[in-house]
């Protein structure tokens, strides 16, 4: 009689055999029904026209694979062949995987970059702008690269003034993109005008930590603008199209972001020549409006106006000289005449006024009281003025002469005579 196996010995067997005669398969196929399990492990069938066998990523080799299983995808994976003993099914052990026709590395730069685009992750108008003069720069990079020293260099010979730390980290192997994610947010807490990330030229793999998730988001989080510097000008990593600027080479990134101190002291002499130029044109405008502005104010002016008035008066003055003058010779010539006849005229009023006291000389000798020889008879007069002796009143005082004396007297009282016959 044959000795029976239990279902659980027969597997046993079966996972022995498989496990030992199987034990590294490389197997072409297309991916199907793929499951990333919680715990890290992914789960996928691979199958072609004909059949298709179950496959198994545990957790340390998923995390190691440089591209994502998609639904579909043409691969080619190494593995062992192995037997889950509860439900009796063989799969495959898968260590790692890559794309049919295509490096692993390249399809996995693809998919990271798409997926990161379609958050928004290369967006330009999230880029931040740079300082025009920085004063701090930090740079991310190996402490003993060619690239540091490429970057020192060029910042001495551009822009001596700028301080430069450095984060020293490593740039390539597994371990590099984890450094430089902690290195890129410790670096936005310095307060720098610009954080440098990179390293020097080399292969994909080498320049693999550029591309890498991690140092994606660190970069998108970062609040101080970033620049990518990996490489040379033909390698493009995931860290040039997440980053704020994107740099050829490190030294390149130094010369992007610092000004040539050469060439603003040459600029500095042209504005210094220009503004000279520009000084002396404003000047020389300046001066002619000013000179307009006096001629303006001479013009205008209260020294003008007086100078006016002053040459109105003088003029006046001498148009008053001269209507005076033809006045004063036309008076001249007009008095001439006049004075003729004033003194012909008081010639004969002097002729005339001599003939009458000539003949009121006359007269008075005539009349005159020394002249008059009758006994007994005086000239009354009042006051120096003869009078008739009618015209005396009692009391009235009056003077009587005659040629040799002349007497006080007072009226005492009036008769009168009788009319003679």
């Known amino acids: 009689m044959a000795i029976s196996l239990s279902v659980s010995g027969l597997n046993e067997q079966i996972k022995t055999l498989l496990e030992t005669t199987f034990e590294f398969v490389s197997v072409e196929g297309e991916l199907s029904r793929v499951t990333k399990h919680g715990s890290g492990h992914i789960y996928f069938t691979l ?52 794309p049919y026709g295509a490096g692993a590395l390249a399809v996995a730069y693809e998919q990271l970059k798409q997926k990161l685009q379609a958050q928004g992750y290369f967006d330009l108008t999230r880029k931040k702008a740079f300082p025009k003069f920085p004063q701090k720069i930090v740079l991310v990079t190996s402490a003993t690269g060619a690239a540091l020293q490429d970057m020192q260099r ?15 980290v490593l740039v390539q192997g597994e371990r590099a993109g984890g ?45 101080t603008p970033t620049v990518s510097a990996v490489g040379h000008e033909i390698d493009w990593v995931i860290s040039d199209y997440v980053a704020d600027m994107r740099a050829p080479t490190p030294s390149a990134a130094m010369q992007m972001l610092l000004p040539d101190h050469h060439e603003l002291l040459q600029n500095i002499d042209e504005m210094e020549h220009r503004a000279y130029g520009m000084i002396l044109q404003r000047l020389e405008r300046k001066h002619e409006q000013l000179t307009s502005m006096q001629e303006a104010f001479s013009h205008h002016g209260v020294e003008h106006r007086l100078a006016v008035q002053h040459a109105l008066v003088k ?39 001599k003939f009458m006291i000539t003949q009121l000389t006359q007269g008075l000798d005539a009349n005159h009281p020394r002249h008059k020889n009758k006994s007994g008879f005086a000239q009354i007069t009042c006051e120096g003025k003869v009078i008739d002796l009618d015209t005396l009143r009692v009391g009235d005082r009056f003077e009587a002469m005659n040629d040799k004396r002349s007497v006080q007297a007072q009226v005492v ?9």
């Open 179 to 223: 450094q430089i994610a902690r290195a890129l947010r410790y670096a936005d807490t310095l307060h720098a005008d610009a954080v440098v990330v990179g390293r020097g030229g080399g292969s994909i793999e080498d320049l693999w930590a550029f591309n890498e998730a991690i140092v994606a988001d660190a970069l998108y989080a970062m609040k």
């Open 47 to 98: 199958k072609d026209n004909d059949s298709a066998i179950k496959c198994v990523m545990f957790k340390g080799n998923a995390a190691r694979l440089k591209f994502s299983l998609q639904e579909g995808s043409h691969i080619v994976l190494h593995g062992a062949l192995s037997l889950y003993k509860p439900r009796g099914e063989y799969q495959i052990n898968v260590f790692s995987a890559e």
């Open 413 to 421: 009282e009036i008769a009168i005579m009788g009319v003679v016959p």
């Open 315 to 353: 003029e006046l003055r001498e148009r008053l000289n001269r209507q005076m003058t033809q006045r004063v010779d036309q008076s001249r010539r007009e008095i001439t005449p006049l004075m003729e006849r004033l003194t012909q005229s008081i010639q004969s009023t002097l002729h005339q006024k």
């Open 154 to 168: 060029v910042a001495t010979q551009r822009w001596p003034l700028v301080g430069l730390i450095v984060i020293d």
